[in-house]
Nanobody, 112 residues
Framework: QVQLVESGGGLVQAGGSLRLTCAAS?????MGWYRQPPGKQRELVAR???????NYADSVKGRFTISRDNTKNMIYLQMNSLKPEDTAVYYC?????????WGQGTQVTVSS
């Protein structure tokens, strides 16, 4: 069974930083972070391939950095200059064959 476990969410003031961590039970070549703000749909934040090539949503470019450690099957999301509109539940995602695997989510709240 393939599992993803996130950690690192919390409450932070605007302008602050947080680092999210996701541990995978298997190696996944494409992994990423999504978020779901209150009352809105889930959206892609950043994606990273096994070769460490990355994609970012325009709203987080220059502020967030996704990275991975392939030796540990882990990915990270460093979030800097956080804004209140970054408030959301953040989910780790991995592609396993043709299936999307999701973590349980971690809450990030940014106060103004």
């Amino acid at each position: 069974q393939v599992q993803l476990v996130e950690s690192g969410g919390g409450l932070v003031q605007a302008g602050g930083s947080l680092r999210l961590t996701c541990a995978a039970s298997r190696t996944m070549f494409i992994m990423g972070w999504y978020r779901q703000p209150p009352g809105k749909q889930r959206e892609l934040v950043a994606r990273i391939h096994y070769d460490t090539s990355t994609n970012y949503a325009d709203s987080v470019k220059g502020r967030f950095t996704i990275s991975r450690d392939n030796t540990k099957n882990m990915i990270y999301l460093q979030m800097n200059s956080l804004k209140p509109e970054d408030t959301a539940v953040y989910y780790c995602n991995g592609r396993w064959g043709q299936d999307d695997i999701w973590g349980q989510g971690t809450q990030v709240t940014v106060s103004s």
